[in-house]
């Protein structure tokens, strides 16, 4: 698993989170920071393709974060989020590698109602 | 040559086919179409869809309205049913005294047992006595790490600890001295602070085997005889667990109570019998047999079956417009059945399987205002419309037409409120039953085993294969077969047993497995309609006797389901009956029965037949 981020972001408490979510779950992760500007989901492919389990975070400067797999379309992405869900798709990137579904992602106060089963 | 068209109103669906009738009483069929029923069966609520598939039909036919000379419509047998649902078992932990729940990552390995502590009074604690430590969401596990280690050093022995957030392994891996820890506990704060606590961890792939052991805990909490008999439930309960808590409080434990249900009364025309509803649904359907037939049923005032019943009744007088006190309950099916619930006093969300039991009941109100839909439709269309006949006898001729079928015959009709059969003599007499019990049982009965709160999507799992993401691109369903996809799966499909429905695969929330989500939709199917194709059949074959018929054409919407017509099929092949689904004028499958065989019946009477003595005409112009 690799998380690539920029280096003013790497020791931020946003990516100490994704770290919790996937060293909870049991996945060993590499961190690497790069000097590109892209958005996440450009990081996250990138961090994919680079990663011998095919899955990978990016994070970039708006605090978004991204979760790709090396085998999906770059602009789809598995899953995406803010800074403030960073520790459930810390969690849900390494489901994508052990093959149980994900956690439901709590939703935000301004997004409404979006239902997420506990299971 | 005349244009007419026969209708059937169902409870769900209103079918329709138009035909061509010649002078010499020769039938050409034209076309057919259906739709959802309008509002209650039998009432002019069910103009308006009536209305919407005979032009649907008509269109088909490339004729209007005002081309035809007459609709038929069935005498819609004013047979309605309801159903419920009531857990008699629930299970109660006391005190707080065991947590199971049983997380998917608790943190280190081993037994740890101590005396129950706040992480936030661990400063304070003096070595001597080990301890369990609660840690609650509020704390980072990177703090909570910390104080621990640092306790330690102290010489306070930290065996265990018990931790609301999802952090046992983040945890456990910054401890200085490795201790097994359980997480995700919801109602932390309810662990009983200074009580003797044991914490267990197994290996990956492993299950406890001390707390899930009667003479485990004792040992650990230094039982006596009486005391280990007391605590062997919570043992019994935590057995094939990865991991587990239990507190040594004074007087908790487990229980599975049984919930007294309340007693069902069962009215027949000669006698009466009453049964406890928590006797299980195989009694309470003898005691039906023993009151045959059945007159109403009853539950006992002020108990779970009470409701049940009143409910029942009360959404049946509200739905046709019947009086309460004219309700009679025709007959019952009672199902057995397992209902995930949460346990109470659980302190991390647990869930147990519950025993439940399910009744649904069939109604039969006073005859239906047949008379004012038909004026309602010849108002509307400006067309003759006649009361066609009875529902069964019309099935039977509709199933007729059906190739490779003959007199003697009997079919089961396969509804989504009732199952029905009839047997039709060589001489025409023909004999019928409506029962309880039928496809929205089936579907009840699936939402509430798999613990979804979500009939739709039941309703998905009953129609529809399952199948698993095996990546983003391919799909392997329940049979082996392999589906693929040019664009990748959605997220929420990702590591999740799906129904593929007409609109996608669509993900089940549920823990189960592919396996076991198939087994419970088989079993509802097989023990709501096998269950009433036999009881059914036994009702209209002479003697009761199902070896006295050699045919049986199976009718009706659930006659497309995918499984249901091979588990009817090869249960009732034990009695050397063939079962097959019927193919209606030999291109409409099960569909179009009623509709058609009005058609049949009126076009036979066209002829100069014996004639129909229980058909009603409608005062308007032939």
Redesign the interface.
């Known amino acids: 698993m690799v998380v690539l981020c920029p280096a003013a972001v790497v020791d931020s408490p946003l990516v100490r989170e994704i770290l919790?979510g996937l060293?909870?779950?049991?996945v060993p992760v590499g961190v690497a920071t790069t000097d590109e500007a892209g958005p996440a989901i450009t990081l996250a492919h990138a961090a994919a393709r680079s990663s011998a389990l095919d899955v990978g975070v990016g994070v970039d400067t708006t605090g978004t974060v991204c979760v790709h797999?090396a085998?999906?379309?770059p602009e789809?992405a598995?899953?995406s989020g803010t800074a403030a869900q960073a520790r459930v798709l810390g969690?849900n990137a390494a489901?994508?590698v052990t093959?149980?579904?994900?956690k439901p992602v709590v939703p935000l106060p301004s997004e409404g109602d979006r239902h997420g089963?506990?299971? | 040559m005349t244009l007419v068209a026969g209708v059937d109103i169902g409870n769900s669906t209103t079918e329709a086919c138009a035909a061509e009738i010649g002078a010499d009483g020769e039938v050409r069929y034209l076309s057919q179409a259906l739709g959802r029923t309008s509002g209650v069966k039998g009432t002019t609520e069910n103009v308006v869809g009536v209305l919407g598939v005979l032009r649907q039909a008509l269109a088909a036919a490339g004729a209007s309205p005002a081309d035809l000379s007459l609709v038929l419509v069935n005498e819609a047998t004013p047979v309605i049913s309801g159903l419920a649902m009531e857990t008699i078992t629930e299970t109660i932990i006391t005190e707080s005294t065991m947590i199971g729940h049983n997380p998917?990552?608790p943190g280190g390995i081993g037994l740890g047992v101590g005396t129950v502590v706040r992480l936030a009074d661990l400063p304070g604690r003096a070595p001597g006595q080990p301890v369990i430590c609660v840690i609650d969401e509020t704390i980072d596990?990177e703090d909570a790490a910390a104080a621990i280690n640092a306790a330690t050093a102290r010489g306070v022995e930290v065996t265990g600890a018990v931790v609301q957030a999802?952090?046992?392994?983040?945890i456990a891996?910054r401890l200085d001295r490795p201790i097994p820890i359980v997480d995700e506990v919801t109602l932390v704060r309810k662990v009983p602070l200074g009580m003797l606590a044991a914490v267990e961890v197994a290996e990956h792939g492993r299950t406890i085997r001390t707390l899930a052991n009667s003479y485990g805990i004792a040992t650990v909490f230094g039982l006596d005889a009486e005391q280990t008999r007391m605590i062997a439930p919570v043992a019994r309960a935590l057995v094939g667990n990865r991991s587990a808590v239990v507190v040594r409080t004074p007087a908790g434990d487990i229980t599975d109570r049984r919930i007294p249900a309340g007693r069902l009364t069962l009215l027949g025309e000669q006698a009466s019998r009453s049964v406890d509803v928590d006797a299980g649904a195989a009694e309470i359907m003898a005691t039906a047999r023993r009151v045959a037939p059945l007159a109403d049923a009853a539950g006992e005032p002020g108990t779970h079956v009470g409701g049940m019943l009143s409910r029942v009744r009360d959404g049946m007088s509200d739905l046709t417009g019947t009086p309460l006190a004219e309700i009679r309950i025709r007959d019952v099916l009672a199902v057995d059945t397992f209902v995930p619930q949460r346990v109470t006093g659980g302190l991390a969300?647990e869930f147990a399987l519950e025993n439940a039991v399910a009744l649904a009941a069939m109604v039969r109100t006073s005859k239906g205002p047949m008379e004012l839909l038909a004026e309602g439709l010849r108002e509307a269309l400006g067309v003759a419309v006649r009361i066609g006949g009875v529902e069964a006898e019309m099935a039977v001729l509709g199933a007729l037409t059906t190739p490779g079928t003959g007199r003697p015959v009997a079919i089961l009709d396969l509804g989504g409120g009732s199952t029905d059969a009839a047997v039709a003599t060589a001489e025409g007499d023909v004999v019928s039953v409506h029962l309880a019990g039928a496809g929205d049982l089936v579907t009840k009965l699936i939402d509430a085993e798999l613990g979804l709160d979500n009939l739709e999507l039941a309703e998905e799992i009953k129609k529809f294969p399952l199948a698993k993401a095996e990546?983003?691109?391919h799909l392997r369903l329940e049979d082996g077969t392999v589906r693929f996809f040019d664009?990748?799966l959605p997220?929420?499909t990702?590591?999740?047993v799906v129904v593929l429905t007409d609109g996608g695969p669509q993900p089940i929330?549920?823990?189960h497995g592919m396996d076991r989500i198939r087994q419970v939709r088989r079993e509802a199917k097989r023990k709501v309609f096998v269950v009433n194709a036999v009881r059914a059949l036994e009702q209209v074959v002479p003697g009761g006797n199902l070896r006295g018929i050699d045919f049986v054409v199976v009718l009706g919407g659930s006659a497309l389901d995918f499984e249901i017509p091979n588990l009817i099929a090869d249960s009732l092949a034990e009695y050397g009956v063939v079962c097959g689904t019927g193919n209606v004028r030999g291109t409409q499958g099960p569909r179009n029965a009623v509709a058609t065989g009005l058609v049949a019946n009126h076009a036979r009477t066209a002829r100069g037949g014996t004639g129909d003595p229980e058909a009603e005409s409608c005062p308007a112009s032939r």
Do not use: M, Q, W, Y
Request: hydrophobic share 35%; proline share 9%.
């Open positions: 919790a060293e909870e779950e049991g797999h085998k999906l379309p789809s598995a899953v969690h489901r994508l093959g149980i579904p994900f089963r506990s299971v | 998917r990552t596990f999802d952090d046992a392994t983040l891996n969300g990546s983003f691109f664009t990748p997220a929420d990702f590591a999740r929330p549920s823990r």
